[in-house]
């Protein structure tokens, strides 16, 4: 850092955290600031942060410019994309505009994104996904044991779900892309963080990480609107060749469904893992979203009803 910086002379302070083990600070010196990451090598892997960070620079997606970089440590020095979180600036006033920015940048990903290299989200990927719904949600922070009835709707339910995503078109997937990993910038809006984890995978799972995000809701019929505009996007941007707006909608849906299982899964494993207690607020928000999705579909119904029966009571007496 001191070769890059060419001085010793510089202030650190805490930038922010995230879900995993990476730490960040920003770096201050004469008026500047970078960030410096750490990302400890044996459950980070910087050098793929590096690899997609520069893979989405080349096709005009405004990540961070990677300044400076040791692997074998798990530093990186890169630039500084400011503090103003998509989470923290959104309200109903400019939310079209940021989304609309978004949803741009989006389609430049799923037109141009790198696919060489990428893991795919294949049936086993999705179903150990959803795996974590029962073992970390139901099973560890619930306690719940279920019968060999529930079990079986459940993996029907998986069954469901694993069939939406693997009838969609497959894309470059950022597959973290919400309001807490876009940055409000002045040029080039949205920044995009966290995106060291993208896949080969089914097309509207970003689009659905943002429009239907775990950390902040907006009215249904706003988001389908949002939704059906990407769907013409994608149709102009040659992503998708088809115009079916109820299948679109099906997938966009269902693909949700998943994620928010595995999102529930996720947060029981923050808290009981890592000692993350506050992620467990975003889990009644998330359980919602897939009780609006299972009571509009025949086939999920069952889900719904054993949701509000054995979880939804369990949480609130939690």
């Not at 969609?168 to 040029?187: F, G, I, K, W």
Request: proline share 5%; hydrophobic share 40%.
């Amino acid at each position: 850092m001191i070769a890059v910086l060419g001085s010793e002379r510089f202030a650190l302070e805490p930038a922010s955290s995230d879900a995993s083990f990476r730490r960040y600070w920003r770096v201050i010196q004469d008026g500047s600031t970078w960030i410096a990451m750490d990302a400890p090598p044996e459950v980070e892997d910087c050098g793929r942060y590096v690899d997609l960070a520069r893979r989405f620079r080349a096709i005009g997606i405004n990540t961070p410019e990677i300044h400076a970089e040791d692997r074998a440590q798990g530093f990186l020095l890169i630039s500084d994309l400011g503090d103003r979180v998509y989470l923290g600036e959104l309200e109903d006033a400019n939310a079209d505009r940021l989304y609309g920015d978004a949803l741009g940048a989006l389609a430049t990903i799923q037109a141009r994104g790198p696919l060489d290299g990428l893991p795919v989200y294949d049936a086993p990927f999705l179903r150990r996904e959803l795996g974590l719904f029962s073992e970390w949600l139901l099973e560890g922070h619930l306690g719940l044991r279920l019968d060999a009835g529930e079990s079986g709707m459940l993996e029907r339910v998986h069954e469901c779900l694993i069939d939406s995503a693997l009838e969609q078109p497959r894309v470059c997937v950022h597959r973290d892309y919400h309001s807490r990993n876009l940055m409000l910038t002045e040029a080039g809006n949205p920044g995009v963080l966290d995106f060291q984890d993208a896949v080969v995978g089914p097309l509207t799972y970003d689009l659905v990480s943002l429009l239907r995000d775990c950390y902040i809701a907006w009215p249904l019929e706003r988001v389908r609107d949002w939704a059906l505009g990407y769907l013409q996007l994608a149709l102009q941007s040659g992503i998708l060749r088809e115009e079916d707006p109820e299948r679109f909608l099906r997938w966009f849906d269902l693909m949700g469904l998943q994620r928010h299982l595995k999102a529930c899964g996720i947060f029981a494993r923050l808290n009981i893992r890592d000692g993350k207690a506050q992620y467990l607020d975003d889990i009644p928000r998330t359980l919602g979203y897939v009780l609006e999705v299972a009571d509009r579909y025949p086939e999920l119904v069952e889900f719904a009803t054993f949701l509000r029966r054995r979880v939804l009571p369990e949480l609130s007496a939690g």
